[in-house]
């Protein structure tokens, strides 16, 4: 399916400030960017680093004072791989690649030692696998109200559990922690997000699971609401702390994001499908 997205950010600051950014969609073998165009106002030098282990693109601007902007447009092409659900199993603790271990311990959001029991009360008799995955979804979204202005930054997973309300970064974050507690790698996933209204960057998170083909990350929105084939990954990371947007080191006044993605041809229906990144 290919995608047209972008985004516009706009800053201003009073004195020497450095931003690094992290909107540049990835490039893997089921997401191809066909096209893309970054520009900048003013005319400021670039510095462009892209994280071998995750694929994050990152650039930084070192703003000298004064007004910033920031566009980015791609077209991109996204075929993700879609098995059924009832053959997504879960893997041993004794089986798991030592490469995802990072992605089984807590993190700064995702404080999954402190979920444990909740975790394990209450997901702990589900059948395992993506079935067991899917419940954590189905919990968040039953139970956790999609409401903005109640969390901020600081916001963890063991605040969104007891305080019950948040946004799409807040139930993939209690998602991850839930996972975790219970066994399963799970990592956080930033995206543009077809069908997400308003549109804006998306938080999701990815499971490690075995597949019919073996070991792979299944993708995850406990929001339910976006379409899981239509996203196009930007950054992956343990939780958000390692995939913002934007991350400024100063003082800085910003506009509210502009973000949009538009299909460019039909999408597939891919509801009761396990959807995986094609990255194989």
Sequence with gaps: MRLKLGCHLEYSTTGPVPFVFNVEVQSFPGQAVEQETLSISPDLRLEHWTMPESGNRYFRVNLPGGPLSIRYTATVNVTPALDNPTEVAEIALSNLPLS????????????????????????????????????????????????????????????TVTQRAGVCRDFAHLGIAICRALGIPARYISAYALRLYPPDFHAVFEAFLAGPHGPAWYVFDPTRLADPGGLVRIGVGRDAAEVAFSTIFGPACSAPPEVWIEALEPAPDVTVKAVRPNRA
């Design 100 to 159: 995802v271990l990072p992605h089984l311990y807590p993190s700064r959001y995702c404080q999954s030692d402190k979920l444990d029991r909740f975790a394990r009360s209450t997901f702990g008799h589900f059948h395992t696998g993506y079935s067991r995955v899917n419940a954590v979804c189905n919990w968040i979204n039953e139970y956790v109200a999609y409401e903005g202005g109640v969390s901020d930054a600081m916001t963890s997973a063991f605040d």
